[in-house]
């Protein structure tokens, strides 16, 4: 069974920082893309960033860009979000992913965890 465990949320200020953690099982995922989605309250979900399977490449929101690190260790087949300089709309359920292509639709991505609430506050 395939699965992806998020760790690492919380509550924390505004110009803070936390460090997500994305633990996958059942297989290797070490040829796949692996990213980030988060959801605030009331709005859809929403792509943050993603990683190549060999780490080379990344891809970021606008509005993270700059202030938000994705990265991976593929012997841990685990995927981190570091996340500076928060703010307080950056408030969301954040989801770790994998799939075979980088987009920024849901549907690109197969496998998905159950989430990790972040919350900043002002």
């Known amino acids: 069974q395939v699965t992806l465990v998020e760790s690492g949320g919380g509550l924390v200020q505004a110009g803070g920082s936390l460090r997500l953690s994305c633990a996958a099982s059942?297989?290797?995922?070490?040829?796949?893309?692996m990213g980030w989605f988060r959801q605030a309250p009331g709005k859809e979900r929403k792509f943050v960033a993603a990683?190549?399977?060999?780490?080379?490449?990344?891809y970021y929101a606008d509005s993270v860009k700059g202030r938000f690190t994705i990265s991976r260790d593929n012997a841990k087949n685990t995927v981190y979000l570091q996340m500076n300089s928060l703010k307080p709309e950056d408030t969301a359920v954040y989801y770790c992913n994998a799939g075979l292509r980088v987009g920024v639709d849901e549907h690109f991505y197969d496998y998905w965890g159950q989430g990790t609430q972040v919350t900043v506050s002002s």
């Open positions: 059942g297989r290797t995922f070490s040829n796949d893309v």
């Open positions: 990683i190549s399977w060999s780490g080379v490449s990344t």
